[in-house]
């Protein structure tokens, strides 16, 4: 064989390998984690979206409600009506309202650590009478110079300060 031909089949071999080696790492994902962890990323966005604008367009001084109280109604509505559950968490030593949202559980607990280490997100598929669940945490930034304004603790601070932590059920 040439040795163009050589090059031509290593590729060939190469590229199928890569087809099969993501079926089986795909397979391995259970389709109900995966829509479910796509469904949080988009309720990630939209939260994290309506928070900041919140506090960007209408929380002009810190006797303003603020935006995380403002959160925290719209995901008790979520939890009332069956959707979710959001819980706004600090993860600074220094909180607001500590006996709420400070990390309560193992998970929480968990998250904290690896969030604080620098990891974006940290997540576990649990089961709670017989139904299961994606717990997920996503790191909350100090996103606005204005977040300072009531949390001078914040300042200077430019890794992770909070956690937005879901629990939903899995989409099966
Ligand atoms: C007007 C003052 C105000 C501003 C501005 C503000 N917060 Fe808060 N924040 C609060 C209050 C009040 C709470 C407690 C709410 C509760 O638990 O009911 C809170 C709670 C939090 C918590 C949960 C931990 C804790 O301390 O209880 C995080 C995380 C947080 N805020 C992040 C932010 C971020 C990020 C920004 C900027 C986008 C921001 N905050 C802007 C007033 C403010």
Known sequence: ???????????AVISLSLVFLHDVVTADEDPAVTRTRQHVEMLDTLYKTAIVLITDKYVTD?????????????????????????????????????????????????????ILAGEATHEEVVTMEDKRYLRKATAVPVVLERCVMCHGNFAGNDGAIGSLMYTVPLIE
């Open 62 to 114: 810190p006797s303003k409600f603020s935006g995380a109280s403002a959160a925290k109604m719209l995901f008790d509505t979520m939890k009332e009506n069956g959707y979710h559950e959001v819980r706004l968490v600090g993860l600074t030593d220094i909180l607001v309202n500590p006996g709420i949202n400070a990390p309560q559980d193992d998970f929480e607990k968990a998250a904290k650590e690896k």
């Open 1 to 11: 064989m040439k040795k163009q031909n050589y090059l031509f089949a290593g590729l």
